[in-house]
């Protein structure tokens, strides 16, 4: 079983910066590909960014390309979202998701595992 706790949410400006964070139990961490999620209200929870097992291999949203950068260390069990220039529409409840052995799935179903989520509200 893998818990997966997500960490820095909060209020911030447009433009400005916010890392969150995702800790996770289980000794075979580095086996299992990570996720961030997002879900605004009303709307579907959609992938932000995936990110392999090695931490080699990443893939992000169009929405977010070039402004996010997610990374993990596998020594912490740990993953990141750096987020930064941050625009309204970037306000939502973030979700660290896991699932063993698999590499860049951006659908909802492919992930086991799910934090409780952490509010991201950029205000304009």
């Known amino acids: 079983q893998v818990q997966l706790v997500e960490s820095g949410g909060g209020l911030v400006q447009a433009g400005g910066s916010l890392i969150l964070s995702c800790a996770a139990s289980?000794?075979?961490?580095?086996?299992?590909?990570m996720a961030w999620f997002r879900q605004a209200p009303g709307k579907e929870r959609d992938v932000v960014a995936t990110i392999s097992g090695s931490g080699g291999t990443t893939y992000y949203a169009d929405s977010v390309k070039g402004r996010f950068t997610i990374s993990r260390d596998n020594a912490k069990n740990a993953m990141y979202l750096q987020m930064n220039s941050l625009k309204p529409e970037d306000t939502a409840v973030y979700y660290c998701?896991?699932?063993?052995?698999?590499?860049?799935?951006?659908?909802?179903?492919?992930?086991?595992?799910w934090g409780q989520g952490t509010q991201v509200t950029v205000s304009s």
């Open positions: 289980g000794r075979t961490f580095s086996e299992y590909g």
């Open positions: 998701a896991s699932a063993p052995n698999i590499m860049g799935k951006v659908a909802t179903e492919s992930y086991e595992y």
